[in-house]
């Protein structure tokens, strides 16, 4: 059960016909020399049939239907009491007193696989892809390793089963059989060993099962080895290729034991569930705090009950109700002591699994694996506000480190990282919380079924979990596709657009760029294809690849317009022309644009750097570009970046670009890279290669990377950020240039700050101007308010203030302008106070309108209402007026008929 580090075409038939036929000959696949030694007896399960292996005479069943299994709740069948802690140094120093080499857990964010997002099995950390196969790389023969595991398929059972963890340390055996390794025989003595010497456990208490193992076109025999119906750990003699119609035996077999931490330790502790010893401290404090009155009989009978029921049904509703039965749990006594307990246990568990996930650099966020990881941060939430707890995060993730640090020592790095990651998160629930309601209370009252469909449009558009809808009662059951589907949704990654063509019998190009690297260099015409795709038998055209752009130049005087690789063959595309098959011809790259693009890319390995010092350790590069002109560096980041931090981040790169540190490429061993430089190499994917190149910036910036790097970060001059963006959640784009195109950058942007300096100074200049003299106007009115009423008519014109009077009617106006809005509305109300025969009509620009304000004295209006002529004028001038008898203004943007407005106003008026 718990090897499935092999996934694919997994089939039952083939499991229950390939278990028949190695069954049916123990002697060549199970009886191993400890059967022999000891005396162990081969029975068949009066139940269920399966065969198993025992030193206790009269078991007649299997360890699962064994009347006695999980009696150790309660009642250890062990000498010696092992927390989580240390179970895993007794098993550790075990394994290393007898020749395995212990190495350290792998991270559990799976960089090296791209089919999984996480660790899921100890196994997987030495499995490496190549091409479409998959192939081993043990870092030691044998070796034991703690891999801590996220599996996230049986999130329901956490908290309720007393077993099911949604991340649990996985106790990897490996060997391969060779001269340092051991195969079947020594593999299942140390297991026994294990538990007999090291755990104290009585003999006739271990008990091994026969099961096969198939997946990944291989398969073999296992032993699965239980202790009082707990399975604890599970041997996979990977041994055979094929299917069972036809088979071989593998070049490389390989011992694949995985045993479970959690379960080592809860068999030494016999507590209620394994949740109450493999927390530290943690499960116990939670308890107090929250003020649980436990009773610890009632809770063994109560766990023992569903670890057994487990075995007769999965439904988790069923198996609660028949253990409450059974032990008499009233429904009160259930919402007093179980379901508090659930809570505490899933948040136990769900937090450790956030502290090694943000540890190792996975961001929560609404795409692939970082949705699991948002999703059971919100389950913790949601289970808090369900309870009314009041719980710090961040001091159970502290008391989480504090607990695992001797063991992982890594995470005590990361501790403030881990907090920092949990406390946006858990913020930015809270925010989103109260519009969620609202959608949902929406939802209730629509009242309609919800698909599949409707769930993921409601995740990706409105961040609502299906978590949240079920404990808002709008939905029953989370469907089991949801999961699945969404992943599948961002997994998709954009394939580069190649052409598909026919390359049989070509051999492997030459690529110099990664030796001399030439830029001028004679080479022979292979192929030619659809008379534009050129292959030579070696080039120092670096073809696209790596978010790195290829180069262009010349092949026998055509212009190169493309490169791309296809497999290991250099393909390059021409234009105007093409060379002969057999061909010898000249070539020349074009150095400049290959400088520009080599320093764009040496810097996203500085910026990249650089981001992770100032931001955090989750940082990671999610994709790269690099042109000749401009590039662009995509980083893990949960928020968009604040103008400080980009200053911090360029400050940074720019330092390491003055410091003129070498870079040096070296060729390593993909496996002797890992252990050296971690799994950080892996920023621009995984490497499908045996050897890869690993480019280092002393020890500032490690990279596995195929690209063209310049010879000191000197060399790139300088780094400018000129954009960055939030791209999805979870994501920033960093947009920036480099040498050549970041000095014009900075120089045309240089000019263009200049310009709009001068700009600015000059408009304030004239803003300046103009407000002076409206203030002049203004002060002037008394003074042009007399010069109407005498009437100066000299003055008036200096002024530019016509004064008409036709019998009784008079009509003034100004165009004036120096007259501001507030000049012609107290100059025009004191002109028609003091003479209630006037038409006041002032006319001026503002914001490239022609505008008009008319006050009519009490007489004129009686013959003209202001707002009609307000309303004429605006007409004219096209746009629009009006306002009551005495007072009105309207204006419009045709500035060429301003005397035309202003002529019709004086003849409605005067005549
Ligand atoms: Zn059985
Ligand atoms: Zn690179």
Known sequence: MLNIGQTENFSKMDKSQILAKFSSDPERYYKVSLFEEKGFVRKSCTKCKRFFWTLDQTQSFCPEDSENNYSFIGNPPTKKRFD??????????????????????????????????????????????????????????????????????????????????????????HSIPNSQGYWKDKCIELDFRLLTEKFGIDKKEVVFVEDVWVGGGSFGSSLEYFVRGLELGNAVFTEFGGDLNSYSVLDQKIIDMGAGLERFAWITMGTPTAYDCCFGPITKNLIETVGIDVEPK???????????????????????????????????????????????????????????????????????????LRMILRRVIATMDRFGWNLDLKELADMHIDYLKSTYHELDETRNDVKTIIGIERERYGESKTRMKGIANTLKTQNKMLTVDDLIRLYESDGITPDFLKQEQIISEIPSTFYERLSSLHQSEKV??????????????????????????EAKVLKV?????????????????????????????????????????????????????????????????????????????????????????????????????????????????????????????????????????????????????????????????????????????????????????????????????????????????????????????AEELQKQLHEKAVKEQSDKLREQRK???????????????????????????????????????????????????????????????????????????????????EEASKQNKAGDIAKAISQILGGYGGGNPRFAQGGGPNKSKKDEAINKAKSMVLE
């Open 496 to 521: 580069e657009k190649k052409e598909i063509l026919n390359l049989d019998g070509i051999p492997d190009t030459i690529a110099l760029y990664y030796g001399e690297d030439p830029a001028e260099f």
């Open 775 to 857: 203030q002049e106007s203004r002060e002037k009115i008394p003074a042009l308010l007399r010069q109407v009423y005498e009437p100066d008519l000299i003055a008036l014109k200096d002024n530019k203030i016509y004064v008409f009077e036709v019998k009784s009617r008079k009509f003034v106006y100004t165009a004036n302008d120096h007259y501001d809005e507030y000049f012609h509305i107290n100059f025009g109300e004191e002109l028609v106070k003091h003479d209630p025969r006037i038409v006041y009509c002032g006319v001026f620009e503002e914001g490239g309108k022609v505008r008009t304000i008319i006050h009519a004295g």
């Open 529 to 749: 294809i659809n008379k534009k795709f050129v292959i030579l038998d070696k080039t120092s055209f670096y073809p696209r690849g790596g978010g790195q752009e290829p180069d262009y130049g010349k092949i026998a005087g055509f212009d190169v317009v493309d490169v791309n690789k296809h497999g290991n063959i250099i393909v390059h595309e021409l234009k105007g022309g093409i060379p002969k098959e057999g061909q010898a011809v000249s070539c020349v790259i074009d150095s400049k644009r290959r400088d520009e693009i080599t320093k764009h890319h040496t810097s996203t390995h500085i910026l990249n750097s650089s981001s992770r010092n100032v931001l955090g350790s989750w940082v990671w590069q999610h994709s790269a570009f690099k042109e000749e002109d401009h590039a662009r560096l995509d980083i893990t980041h949960h928020s968009a970046l604040t103008k400080e931090e980009v200053a911090k981040i360029e400050e940074l790169a720019n330092a390491k670009v003055k410091e003129n540190i070498p870079i040096i490429i070296q060729n390593f061993d993909r496996g002797t890279a890992e252990q050296k430089y971690g799994f950080r190499i892996y920023q621009g994917g995984i490497v499908p290669v045996k050897s890869v190149r690993i480019v280092s910036i002393k020890d500032f910036d490690v990279e596995a990377c195929g690209g063209t790097h310049v010879k000191s970060t000197k060399d790139v001059e300088l780094i400018k950020i000129t954009r960055t963006k939030r791209i999805q959640d979870g994501v920033v784009r960093l947009e920036f240039v480099a040498g050549k195109a970041a000095r014009e950058y900075i120089k045309k942007h």
């Open 298 to 372: 009632l809770l063994q009978e109560y766990f023992t009950a569903i670890s057994k029921g487990l075995r007769e049904s999965t439904d988790l509703t069923q198996v609660r109700k028949s253990a409450t039965k059974q032990t008499k749990i009233d429904e009160a006594k259930y919402n007093k002591i179980i379901a508090p307990l659930e809570g505490i246990y899933l948040i136990a568990d769900h937090l450790r699994t956030l502290v090694f996930a943000i540890s190792d650099g996975a961001l929560p966020s609404n795409v692939g694996g970082g949705y699991n």
């Open 84 to 173: 989580y802690v240390q179970a895993w140094k007794e098993v550790e120093s075990f394994f290393v007193q007898n020749g395995h080499k212990s190495v350290s857990r792998y991270p559990v964010v799976c960089r090296w696989r791209d089919d999984l997002y996480f660790t899921i099995a100890s196994i997987v950390d030495f499995q490496r892809v190549m091409g479409s196969k998959v192939v081993f790389e043990f870092p030691a023969n044998p070796l034991v390793v703690p891999q801590t595991c996220l599996r996230f398929k049986d999130i329901e059972n956490v908290g309720v089963t007393g077993r099911h963890f949604s991340s649990f340390c996985m106790i990897g055996q």
